[in-house]
């Protein structure tokens, strides 16, 4: 636990997150957050990113493919 002040930034309040904090929680700068209120609590929870198929594909190269893997014989009803 870590105690912080609220402080001004610009027009509005601001807190300091740790470092340690940061890590811990998975929390990156300039990631999205989102910010509410739960029964006079401040509650900072991570926007999970939206993935988009195509997006993903074309990041794939020949330098990071992977070769096929092989998983051996059916062991049971598998769809070949």
Known sequence: MAIQLVKKWGNSPA??????????AHLSLNQSVQVRADHGR???EPIAPD???EDL???ITP????SEADFGAPQGQEIL
């Open 51 to 53: 993935y988009d198929l």
């Open 57 to 59: 594909l074309a990041g």
């Open 42 to 44: 401040v509650i900072i």
């Open 15 to 24: 807190v300091r997150i740790p470092a340690a904090i940061m890590e811990s």
């Open 63 to 66: 330098e990071n493919r992977h």
